[in-house]
């Protein structure tokens, strides 16, 4: 089969318009310093069919602001799994993850709480050692009548064996409010201080991969943070926009960099 993949390639980063799991199998063998990915959630997999077939434009974004945002932020494909199905489907990228990972290497995924057991699950039948689960909590939530507000969401942690001593201590708690809907571009951003922090536990220079780049906040993140990047968007659409972010980032951290050199 012919490789048909769209490549944006920049100083410190890689992204690949593609199948996570075909573009997974490329990368070299014992390569990456840190997996730090946020993967279609599947909301609602333990819930109803008719919930889990619902557009994911009317699952994330908020009835106000659907018509208006409709074109901006299309919808996304493989939200619609049951548990069993979501389970597997982390199983079978989270091993090829597993291989490609660095011994002392480590994952962090992103899940509701819907799917916290199974993300948990999955990645220990990967052969990951699951090592505990950090929270987002989203400081501007909105509140549900006679329910508690649902202003966290989980990432799950995991190693490679024993976590590497080149790696950095950082919150277990990362506050910090959701992405408004006027800034985003995609439907479940998550906002750039949230993964700044996360990707900071990987030293500068460190090689971080996000499988289900979206529009590659995870990559700007890690430029910022003085890492490299590879990334895979299975959306055309989105990997441009993708790319667009990672081309701008490194433009603007070329710009600020500091010159060395004797007077003129």
Request: hydrophobic share 35%; aromatic share 10%; glycine share 6%.
């Amino acid at each position: 089969m012919s490789d048909t993949r769209t490549s944006y390639i920049g100083e410190n980063y890689q992204l690949d318009q593609a199948n996570a799991l075909d573009w997974l199998k490329t990368l070299d063998d014992n390569s990456i310093d840190l997996f730090a990915t946020d993967p279609p959630y599947s909301s609602g997999a333990s819930l109803s069919r008719s919930r889990r077939m619902k557009k994911t434009s009317t699952q994330y974004i908020t009835t106000e602001s659907r018509k208006r945002l409709a074109e901006k932020l299309p919808d996304f494909e493989g939200n619609h799994m049951d548990a069993h199905s979501y389970r597997e489907f982390t199983r079978e990228w989270a091993s090829l993850a597993f291989e490609k990972t660095k011994q002392g290497g480590a994952c962090f995924v992103f899940c509701d709480w819907s799917n916290l057991s199974n993300v948990s699950d999955a990645l220990q039948l990967a052969m990951w050692t699951f090592r505990g689960v950090l929270v987002w909590n989203k400081t501007n939530a909105r509140p549900q009548l006679h329910m508690p507000r649902r202003q966290a969401e989980f990432i799950v942690y995991a190693t490679k064996g024993t976590p590497s001593d080149s790696f950095n201590i950082i919150p277990g708690v990362i506050n910090s409010p959701n992405e408004s809907s006027k800034n985003r571009l995609h439907q479940t951003q998550k906002p750039l201080t949230v993964m700044q922090q996360l990707t900071a536990y990987a030293p500068a220079g460190a090689i971080i991969c996000d499988p289900f780049a979206g529009t590659a906040t995870t990559g700007v993140a890690a430029l910022i943070n003085g890492q490299q990047f590879k990334g895979c968007e299975y959306s055309s659409e989105y990997a441009v926009r993708a790319a667009a972010r990672l081309q701008e980032t490194a433009r603007q951290l070329a710009y600020t960099k500091p010159t060395t050199g004797g007077e003129n």
